[in-house]
């Protein structure tokens, strides 16, 4: 993409951002197939957004805060994250029966009607979710796992009123 | 006039050579003004475009991605419209990134 990354794209930025790499490493990182790294790699070169020296991948780090602000833009992120519940919602949809429901793609959509105390509940939870992923993320920088960037678990929430969505829906034509 | 001669052979052939009072209920034309088109007369626009979308239907292309984004660029707003050129950009370059380098074949000299 001219401005904004894919998530093909985010990801190897997301894997250089942890470490310095070469192509081999950011493959078993990323999880990207050899040929498709050729692609996107040199794509990114000539965008300013990684370095290349002997053989090794890094981010462009004097070159970052033009092309962070670009990519970082609110219509840019919409589109990523458009992306990302896209394929989140057909992954959900073709799901191998063979896959238990744990380790398979998870979706749910409710919708209820909510009392002001209730509201409060689910405002509570959703805040303790947030202090959890929160929590982990802070672990992580100080116990680092050595994961790989390709098995993070990507996790979806959000709720809003349903007339707002349908209004969306109609103002979206 | 060449285009008119296309869209009525294209019709013609896809509809099996039908009757001009055929066409005439297919179309909506009047059965002279049908006779006068198949003998030279000029074709009006608005005639053009039902014998176009005739031929179109019996192709099976009137859902297709063509035409559907043509009836969207006719119809929905430009913030919708920008929306789908977004989408189906993205689509695109994904495929392209996602085409696969072919690597030079390498070939051993014997000396």
Redesign the interface.
């Known amino acids: ?1 001219k401005d904004g990354l ?4 985010r990801i190897v930025i997301e894997s250089l951002s942890k470490k310095e790499k070469n192509i081999q490493e950011v493959e078993i990182d990323t999880n990207l ?1 050899h ?2 790294l ?3 790699l040199p ?1 990114l070169l000539m965008r300013n957004m990684i370095k290349y020296k002997n053989g090794i991948y890094s981010i462009d780090k004097e070159q970052c805060f033009s092309w962070l602000s670009e990519v970082n833009k609110k219509e840019n992120v919409k ?1 990523e994250a ?2 990302i519940f896209t394929s989140l919602v057909n992954q959900y949809f073709k799901k191998d029966p063979l896959l238990t429901p744990k380790s398979g793609p998870q979706l749910k959509i409710q919708k209820m009607w909510l009392t002001r105390d209730e509201e409060m509940v689910l405002k509570s939870h959703m805040a303790t979710l947030e202090a959890f992923f929160n929590g982990v993320k802070e672990t992580r920088k100080t116990h680092p796992q050595r994961e790989k960037t390709c098995e993070q678990r990507v996790v979806i929430w959000g709720a809003t009123c349903y007339s707002d969505l349908v209004e969306g829906v109609l103002q ?2 | 006039m060449e285009l008119q001669t296309t869209i009525l052979n294209q019709y013609m052939l896809l509809n099996n050579r039908p009757t001009l009072k055929r066409i005439s209920q297919d179309t909506g034309i009047q059965l002279t003004r049908i006779f006068r088109l198949f003998n030279g007369s000029t074709m009006k626009l608005s005639e053009y475009q039902i014998f176009n979308s005739r031929v179109k239907e019996k192709m099976g292309l009137t859902d297709g991605l063509e035409a559907i984004a043509f009836e969207c660029s006719l119809k ?2 430009p ?2 419209i920008k ?1 789908l050129e ?2 189906l ?2 689509k695109i ?2 495929w ?6 072919k690597q030079p074949k390498t070939t051993v000299l014997i000396a």
């Open positions: 993409m894919l998530m093909i794209e197939g040929g498709l050729m692609n996107i794509n589109e458009k992306e979206a034509v | 929905l707003s913030e919708a929306d977004v989408f950009k993205r370059e994904t392209k990134l996602a085409q696969i380098q």
